[in-house]
């Protein structure tokens, strides 16, 4: 007999690509469908392709490791802007030297010490170990600071202060600059930076991206350190003003309102105690003490002046026959 077998067909193995190399995807891009051509992986035409990282694109380089650690993370959480993050997270007045408890507060709550290879590299920074009760930003991103620095001297040179410059760019008298305005009056009046530059400029004057500027915002500008601290205190002291005072206006509208003690809406005893301690509060007890202590005085020299004509007709048979009989 004979038997027929089906026997496997032989394995054949699968042909190497036959598109040309100008046409295969990029292999350091994973999923990537971009005709590259044969040129070596570090070739300039490849480089201009990788994406800059924020410290790149910020034109900075950190003296170390840890100073790049902190600085990528403030850049990201400024939106890509180096300077904008600085002034919201560890910087708000715009000092540029800061304690380091304010730094070591940003960086937990950033929360870039939660793998220990990341507390060592903060840790064996020359800037961030510690050992110095202020920490500069000039030492941090010496690039950036040194454009800040040429800034100020201009616009010390060239207006006098930071109220004047935003007097000067301000051509609607709105009393605050817009980012095209300030890009503007810079160019005007002759500021020579790059546009990358003058707009990372912009980003440190309006750290909350509000789109415009204020004098408030820009008095660290000023070059006289005396005048900045005395401008800053004078900013911070309205501030509270203007917030305890609409704290006050809450309170009193609310008491206004005669709730019951128990009712749900009601203000509690322990809030109670905190707005009536508001310098409004105070103020407004001091004249009602005062008004109270008039009112009673005229009342009083009134019931005497009725008492002495009463008794003795009028002041003068009064004061002869009591106080001066002689």
């Keep these: 007999r004979v038997f027929s077998v089906a026997l496997p067909a032989p394995a054949m193995s699968r042909p190497a690509s036959t598109r040309p190399a100008s046409t295969r995807a990029d292999a ?30 910020e034109e900075e380089c950190p003296p170390d490791a840890g100073s790049e650690l902190l600085l990528e993370a403030v850049t990201r959480q400024g939106g ?5 993050g600085w002034r919201s997270e560890i910087d708000p007045d715009g000092r540029f030297a800061v304690m380091y408890q304010d730094v070591a507060c940003c960086v937990k709550r950033l929360k870039l010490t939660q793998t220990p290879e990341d507390t060592a590299t903060l840790y064996k920074s020359t800037f ?3 050992q110095t009760s202020y920490i500069h930003f000039a030492d941090l991103a010496p690039n950036n600071a040194k454009l800040l620095q040429r800034f100020r001297e201009w616009v010390g040179a060239q207006f006098g202060g930071p109220y004047p410059m935003i007097d000067a760019l301000d051509t609607k008298s709105r009393g605050s600059v817009t980012e095209k305005e300030f890009i503007e009056g810079c160019r005007r009046h002759g500021f020579e930076c790059s546009d990358k530059e003058i707009k990372r400029l912009y ?5 909350d991206s509000k789109g415009e500027i204020t004098g408030d915002e820009v ?3 000023e070059l006289d350190p005396n005048i900045r601290d005395l401008e800053l205190f004078n900013l911070n002291v309205r501030r509270k003003h203007t917030r305890y ?7 009193t509208e609310e008491r ?6 128990k009712h749900r809406l009601a203000l509690r005893p322990w809030q109670t105690q905190s707005f009536e301690k508001l310098p409004k509060m105070v103020c407004e007890r001091t004249r009602a003490r005062r008004q109270e202590g008039q009112r009673r005085s005229t009342q009083m020299k009134r019931l005497f002046q009725e008492h002495v004509r009463s008794k003795y007709g009028n002041a003068v048979r009064a004061w002869r026959r009591e106080l001066d009989p002689k």
């Design 245 to 251: 005072l609409l704290m006050a206006n809450m309170y």
């Design 256 to 261: 206004d309102k005669g709730r019951h003690p």
């Design 28 to 57: 350091s891009r994973p999923g990537s469908t971009r005709p590259i051509s044969a040129a070596e992986p570090d070739s300039p035409k490849l480089a201009a392709y990788k994406q800059l990282s924020y410290l790149e694109a």
């Design 80 to 84: 890509g802007s180096l300077f904008r």
């Design 219 to 221: 008095i660290f500008l």
């Design 128 to 130: 961030l170990n510690g």
């Design 203 to 207: 980003s440190c004057c309006d750290p």
